[in-house]
């Protein structure tokens, strides 16, 4: 017998008879006649070529093949219910809303964007996680992921939200010193191979003192004296002793994107974070 011959509805009144324990219980709980229980029942018997209801005098009584579909029909109606609450859920905004960023920009740029968000949206609890690593957004580990690469696929949704702007800092005493003599301070290709890359042009060959996985490590070993370090301006710019050393070499810059599932994206919590950030993160950074 093919699915599509089922209606459930069908099914939905053959659960309540079975629940209530009669067709004038199930009758009043659906606010319809007898004679429309009666039918629906006798419908998905024919469709199922099953006898589910022994008519006695004194009323319905479950069949064997009544009493096994009876359970696999509430499984059922369970999971249409929960269908129902989850998608009543999204349409609220309401809820907890996970948001994955690389440390820094979680940190010094994520963080200030979201000043007021709580007071706007009281009843959405934000859950923030600075990661190196990229969540799995398909298997659920967040709601909203900002990267730095766009992201392409037939479940998920990239949006450019900003731009980062890069510069090459140091102490001030770097910037009168011989070029050959300049040290640097660079990146591991593992975990920052863009900037590891723009690194090793900007060294052009020259010593390169130290590597690291993290954009603040590198500023802190900039402070030290340690080298001139390729850094974000928004995360260079909180460190007053350093200073942009002049390069020939054009600008570095990166997108930022905004990266959801498809259907995630349609929750209203979700909707109103995204909303929020595009609005208070500023275009360049």
Known sequence: MPASELVWDDLKHFALVAREGSIAGAARFAKVEHSTIVRRIGRLEETLKLR???????GWVLTEEGNALRERVLQIEGQVLGVVRSAQDMGKEAG???LTAP????SDVVIPALAGFAADHPQIELRLFGATDR???SRGEADIALRMVKVEGAELVSQRV???SYGLYGLAGWSGEVWHKRRFVGYSDLHQPFLNDALIRLAAGREIALQTNSPRVALKAAA???GLALLPNFLAESCGELVVVETHEAPVSRPVYL???RDVRKAHRVRAVVDHLRQHICREI
């Open 96 to 98: 907890s809303v996970t």
């Open 135 to 137: 969540a799995n957004l």
């Open 224 to 226: 030290a004296g340690l």
């Open 52 to 58: 589910l209801f022994n008519r006695l005098v004194r």
């Open 103 to 106: 440390p820094d920009l979680l």
């Open 162 to 164: 900003c731009s980062v």
């Open 259 to 261: 990266v959801m599932q």
